[in-house]
């Protein structure tokens, strides 16, 4: 299947703009192409206690995950300030990385704004237990 690489940042962008970021004020959005062509979103979700807020990336793979997609060949991220245009790649965060490696191989594309990359330059060691599936 051809990636659509722009759609898919255009994607992320257009869910950038549902970010709810009251205390950061920073917006993300992301895209997630599954496998058999269906495009997941979503957008940063803050709380006043930041260990509760959900990343746009793992907001994405959830609402994946509930549709029944576990496989994914791209995934963009974009982000900037609210109220800006991002101009700068915005990399998904270390607990992100590591969701998305459990649903993804290494060679995911990763589309960022201004930069393109893979999973496994992101998260070159990985933990993975051994005896078990990456992704079912």
Do not use: W
């Not at 509760?52 to 793992?58: F, H, K």
């Not at 060949?73 to 700068?88: H, R, S």
């Amino acid at each position: 299947m051809m990636i659509d690489k722009h759609a898919l940042l255009d994607a992320a962008l257009t869910a950038r703009q549902n970010a709810y970021a009251p205390y950061s004020r920073f917006a993300v959005g992301a895209a997630l192409l599954s496998e058999d062509g269906r495009v997941f979103t979503g957008c940063n979700v803050e709380n006043r206690s930041y260990s509760l807020t959900c990343c746009a990336e793992r907001g994405a793979v959830m609402q994946a995950v509930a549709a029944g997609c576990r496989r994914f060949t791209a995934v963009a991220v974009v982000g900037a300030p609210q109220g800006e245009i991002p101009t700068a790649p915005c990399y998904p965060c270390g607990a992100c990385r590591e969701v998305l490696v459990e649903f993804c191989t290494p060679d995911t594309a990763v589309y960022l704004t201004g930069e393109d990359t893979t999973l496994g330059e992101l998260l070159p060691k990985t933990f993975i237990l051994e005896g078990t599936p990456v992704c079912e």
